[in-house]
Every structure is written in C-alpha cells, then in structure tokens.
C-alpha cells in the first residue's frame, strides 16, 4: 500500500468517526430538547430509549468496532437466544407441571373433605 492510499484511508476512517460523532452529538441535544417538552411518562421514557438505542448501537458499532466482526456476532446473538429460549422454556415448563400437580392434589383433597 503506497503513502497516498494510506493517506485516503485514514482520512476516511477520520471523516467516519467524525459524521458518528456528529450524530451522537444531535441525537445528545435531541434528548436533552425532548426533555424540556411537557410529554407524558410513557412517551418520554419510549422516546429515551429509542435515542439511547441510537446512539448505543452507533458507539458499539463504530467505536467498538463491531461492524467488522459481523460472523461472530451473530454467533454470540445466536448463542444468546438459545440460551434465553431454555432459560424461558424450563421455568414455565416446571411451573406447569406444578400446577397441574397442584390442581390434582387440591381436587383430592377436596373431595376428602366433602
């Protein structure tokens, strides 16, 4: 790679960096105006997370460098919602079986009494 391209390629990497910081600090005074509006709780709350989702993914993706790890990403994300998956299927699995026990003991007993 000669001097020149070099060169093109940092100032790219500047000018990217730049526009990113330049959206952060937008969506930073969007922020900072939508909470001088007389909005109710729940709109205000969604409209903060929606910016702070924003400006999140803008800060992992640039500045973190995640755009560049796309295939392990995915992988992790994958992983991640397998793992959610079981950790929500056990749980309400257990509590069903519970119940239904319950509901057969209680019916049992019930009858005893009657």
């Keep these: 790679m000669s001097t020149h391209d070099s060169r ?3 100032q790219a990497e500047t000018r990217r960096y730049l526009m990113v910081f330049a959206a952060l600090a937008t ?3 969007v922020t900072v105006s939508v909470s001088y509006l007389d909005l109710s709780i729940g709109l205000a ?9 924003v400006k ?5 993706a640039y500045f973190m460098h ?3 790890e796309r295939k392990t990403i995915y992988a992790i994300l994958g992983l991640t ?5 079981v950790l929500m ?3 309400a699995s257990t509590i069903a ?3 239904g026990t319950t509901t057969e003991v209680a019916r049992e007993v019930d009858e005893e009494h009657h």
Excluded: Q, Y
């Design 8 to 10: 093109e390629a940092i």
């Design 27 to 29: 969506l930073t005074i």
């Design 45 to 53: 709350v969604t409209l903060a997370m929606i910016v702070a989702t």
């Design 56 to 60: 999140g993914t803008l800060v992992a």
């Design 66 to 68: 995640l755009l560049d």
């Design 81 to 85: 919602m397998v793992f959610f998956v």
């Design 89 to 91: 299927v056990l749980p």
């Design 97 to 99: 079986d519970h119940n």
